[in-house]
């Protein structure tokens, strides 16, 4: 069956955990980037899973004829009295297409957002995978936003999504705290009236409202299905 973006969104899929909402304060000093950040190495499971998608979902762009383009670490930028805070996401879905040559999403120029950004999570962005982008994509104005975790390399969190020392998980009996994740995926949407709330949490499948269809994880691979 074909993938339709945008199409009308069936029954909730119960969240994984209680975990679910992040708020978006003033930016903090965590959302802004350094030269460095673009310097992080990346393996060659994050590298193979970015270029499968990317196929994956570029596919249905021609499939379908959609005014549309996905691609990987693009400058996402939103706020103009502070243009070092955003984000260069792993991989983005755009509407309308983006120009070949372009390196930057700029909203104050009148851009839209990424419809859809997914993170694949290595070891030197799993804390800021699971505990930052959440809400700074939130703040971005993003439809969708998947978290692609294949190695289980991301933080525990409580049931209030704050991070809990691996220390504690070590402990037996009452003392021992109440852990939830890593997931392999996680999705975050926005519903009809704009609020915004993690969808799903677990070993998959996933529903995406985004492309009205399955999100399934299977073998270190990630396909669509209805």
Known sequence: NQIIPGS????????????????????????????????????RLHDKV????????QSHIESLGLDASVGSNI??????????????????WQEPALPD???????????????????????DTADCDYLENPAIYQAAGVLEFWILDLKHLGPAL?????????????????????AFGPYSLQVYSRDNQGGWSRSYAGEGPAF???????????????????
């Not at 400058?75 to 983005?92: C, F, I, M, Q, T």
């Not at 409580?158 to 109440?178: F, N």
């Not at 995406?208 to 209805?226: E, G, K, M, Q, T």
């Open 8 to 43: 009308p969104l069936p029954p909730a899929v119960q969240p994984s955990s209680t975990h679910s909402t992040h708020s978006t304060p003033y930016p903090p000093p965590s959302w802004i980037l350094r030269d460095e950040d673009d310097l992080m190495p990346v393996d």
């Open 208 to 226: 995406s409202p985004f492309f009205n269809a399955w999100v399934i994880v299977r073998n270190n691979r990630v396909r669509l299905s209805h």
């Open 158 to 178: 409580d049931s209030s999504g704050h991070k809990i020392d691996k220390r504690t998980l070590r402990r037996k009996g009452p003392k021992k705290p109440v």
């Open 101 to 123: 040559d372009q390196t930057s999403i700029l909203t104050w120029e009148g851009k839209p957002p990424p419809k859809l950004v997914i993170e694949i999570v290595s070891q």
């Open 50 to 57: 970015d270029r499968l998608l990317v196929d994956v979902l």
């Open 75 to 92: 400058a996402v930028r939103w706020d103009e009295k502070h243009k070092n805070v955003g984000s260069d996401p792993d991989l983005y």
